[in-house]
DNA sequence: AGGAGTTTGTGAACGGGAGAACAAAACGGG
DNA sequence: CCCGTTTTGTTCTCCCGTTCACAAACTCCT
């Protein structure tokens, strides 16, 4: 009884958060292929998980489904991102504008998913003549005042490793929290702000492992050495 | 039943395989720097994690170090590359040359840990005139062909998502074993083919939930300071 | 040579997430 | 109005991963 949550301060496990996204971009799916409603099972199918998980999933946000019918995807849809803080855009500012750093710019991605690139920035003066995707690369300097005046909470780095810590702590500096990172560097910021990093060497590295093991012991039995 | 463990297929946890790669990097970074000894504590701290853990995840491939000591950073670095099957280079295609197709050719962080791009491939003619990082771009209908002579078992996918599968499925009749998906679908694949997914929006959007409560959530809390 | 000081490797406790299974709720048909 | 069918929301159990804590093992100094 007096466990009555607040509904806005419910904690939602990690692991479900990482695959709220995934069910938004089911649903947003299923939409435009015309579909209303769908079952848990049709859902599941969609995003790639077990039912029972997208259940157990979807009870942290509430009760939004309808026993015996299934989810209204609309609502759903809605009720997640709202949960996930997409329901307007967030401004996000990209450092680093090389080979990466413009496949992001011209990403379309972000747009339809909740995000908008305000501002790209470079410490190579030599890049600041361009436009890319409609926005002219700036210098590194304007850092503070984009961010402010853009009120302007998540950045993305795309810097060679070197650089990249000492984007991340102009970053925090400025008043950024939340930071996207895809320079393989191992960065540290002070408490409340996040970062998740993006490693496609860590990625293949992995595969690789498995890979190995697949033609070492693919089903017999194996000889040490 | 047929429990039987043979030495050399230990298993590895999978957390613990998606470390390996970090502390590879760390003690690159170390032996660059001229260390040739380290602490659990050290290395634990250059690769951001708990030391404990680190000690744990490489007892898993066997006693490498010395107690009262700590480890040798080469000896360590080779022992943790020839685990992940990384001591010598596995070659890659990639496929879908377009603005991330670009940035992954481009990229060299791939060629110093293990893979090499041995061909682009893009399904639109008018890009196979390009030569991109030294590499011609290809017909996607060469795929079979190339994947066949050089032995290739990993493939990235960087095509739009709705082609995703069908690249998908063909790489997989080629021969591909191990497929890194930049493209935002879910892919079905037969068993004993790996599938690893890298996806912007998704990360973009747990940062933003993180970001959300943030500013909502102060109230409940222990705050001040 | 022996003891003090380090640092590894691991056993054990703990917490969180995955999946199976089921009771509660809604709908429809008669 | 009642009963069978469908599908959700939740409970329970098991497993994996994290962390603590400590004995074993090695070095170095006296
Ligand atoms: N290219 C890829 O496909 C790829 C893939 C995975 C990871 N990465 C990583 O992403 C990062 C960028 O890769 P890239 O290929 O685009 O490199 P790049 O060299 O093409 O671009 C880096 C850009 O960062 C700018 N820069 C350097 N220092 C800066 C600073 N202090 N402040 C602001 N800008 C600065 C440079 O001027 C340059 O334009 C690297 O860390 C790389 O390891 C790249
Ligand atoms: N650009 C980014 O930063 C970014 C970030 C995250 C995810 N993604 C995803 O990566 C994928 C590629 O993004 P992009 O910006 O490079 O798109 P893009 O449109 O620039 O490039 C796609 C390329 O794939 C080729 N292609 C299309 N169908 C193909 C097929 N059946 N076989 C082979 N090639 C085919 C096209 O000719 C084109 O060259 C998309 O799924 C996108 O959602 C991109």
């Given at each position: 009884?007096?466990?009555?949550?607040?509904?806005?301060?419910?904690?939602?496990?990690?692991?479900?958060?990482?695959?709220?996204?995934?069910?938004?971009?089911?649903?947003?799916?299923?939409?435009?292929?015309?579909?209303?409603?769908?079952?848990?099972?049709?859902?599941?199918?969609?995003?790639?998980?077990?039912?029972?998980?997208?259940?157990?999933?979807?009870?942290?946000?509430?009760?939004?489904?309808?026993?015996?019918?299934?989810?209204?995807?609309?609502?759903?849809?809605?009720?997640?991102?709202?949960?996930?803080?997409?329901?307007?855009?967030?401004?996000?500012?990209?450092?680093?504008?090389?080979?990466?750093?413009?496949?992001?710019?011209?990403?379309s991605g972000f747009r339809s998913r909740g995000f908008r690139v305000v501002a790209l920035l470079d410490a190579d003066p030599s890049r600041h003549d361009e436009?890319?995707?409609?926005?002219?690369?700036?210098?590194?300097?304007?850092?503070?005042?984009?961010?402010?005046?853009?009120?302007?909470?998540?950045?993305?780095?795309?810097?060679?490793?070197?650089?990249?810590?000492?984007?991340?702590?102009?970053?925090?500096?400025?008043?950024?929290?939340?930071?996207?990172?895809?320079?393989?560097?191992?960065?540290?910021?002070?408490?409340?702000?996040?970062?998740?990093?993006?490693?496609?060497?860590?990625?293949l590295q992995i595969l690789a492992y498995h890979e190995q093991r697949k033609s070492v012991a693919p089903a017999g039995e194996v000889s040490a050495t």
């Amino acid at each position: 009884m007096t466990a009555r949550t607040p509904d806005s301060a419910r904690d939602i496990p990690e692991a479900t958060v990482a695959r709220l996204p995934v069910y938004l971009r089911a649903l947003t799916g299923l939409a435009e292929g015309g579909t209303t409603t769908c079952s848990s099972e049709e859902l599941a199918a969609s995003a790639g998980v077990n039912s029972a998980k997208l259940r157990k999933d979807l009870s942290y946000l509430g009760s939004y489904g309808t026993r015996g019918v299934g989810y209204d995807v609309e609502y759903l849809r809605y009720q997640i991102a709202r949960e996930i803080g997409v329901t307007h855009d967030w401004p996000v500012v990209i450092v680093g504008i090389g080979n990466l750093g413009h496949a992001l710019a011209n990403y379309s991605g972000f747009r339809s998913r909740g995000f908008r690139v305000v501002a790209l920035l470079d410490a190579d003066p030599s890049r600041h003549d361009e436009v890319v995707a409609g926005l002219d690369v700036r210098s590194f300097e304007d850092l503070e005042s984009i961010v402010a005046e853009n009120d302007v909470s998540i950045g993305v780095i795309a810097t060679p490793a070197v650089a990249a810590q000492a984007v991340a702590d102009r970053m925090v500096a400025a008043g950024i929290t939340s930071i996207l990172n895809f320079a393989p560097s191992v960065l540290s910021v002070p408490d409340g702000v996040d970062v998740r990093k993006v490693d496609l060497s860590i990625e293949l590295q992995i595969l690789a492992y498995h890979e190995q093991r697949k033609s070492v012991a693919p089903a017999g039995e194996v000889s040490a050495t």
